[in-house]
């Protein structure tokens, strides 16, 4: 089964907080490695994202939109982007739910915002991790 997306929004962030983030991150995937081999998982992480997110998108150009999460509390990203898809609070009425992809590397927070926008607006959550 194929299922077409309305939206792909691509998070990213340049700040402080993702870059420990993803260091944790690497040390949780792979124990043991410290300092510059930390840094060079790091880039290796963020050189796969991004050749990922350029194939995304040559095919999805007309459906993909950036949204920078740096300097942003969490809250203040979940309203940004439940403004972005057009999302209400669930009513009664039969709808079909929006088909939004959420991407980012490690550490970008899309995971968490994912979760929240879906309890918020009474979404399914699909998460590949």
């Known amino acids: 089964m194929c299922v077409i997306p309305d939206k792909i929004i691509n998070m990213s962030s340049d700040n402080l907080a993702q870059k420990s983030s993803i260091n944790a991150y690497v040390q949780k995937m792979i124990p043991g490695i410290f300092g510059e081999e930390v840094e060079e998982h790091y880039h290796k992480i ?60 490690p550490g970008s927070g899309r995971s968490t915002t994912a979760e929240i926008i879906s309890q918020r607006f009474g979404l399914v959550n699909v998460s590949p991790m």
């Open 46 to 105: 963020k050189s796969e994202h991004e050749l990922n997110l350029n194939g995304v998108k040559d095919t999805f150009n007309n459906f993909i939109f950036e949204y920078d999460t740096s300097g942003n509390p969490l809250e203040q990203t979940v309203t940004d982007l439940g403004r972005m898809m057009n999302l209400r609070f669930r009513i009664n009425a039969p709808r079909r739910p929006p088909r939004v992809i959420i991407l980012g590397p």
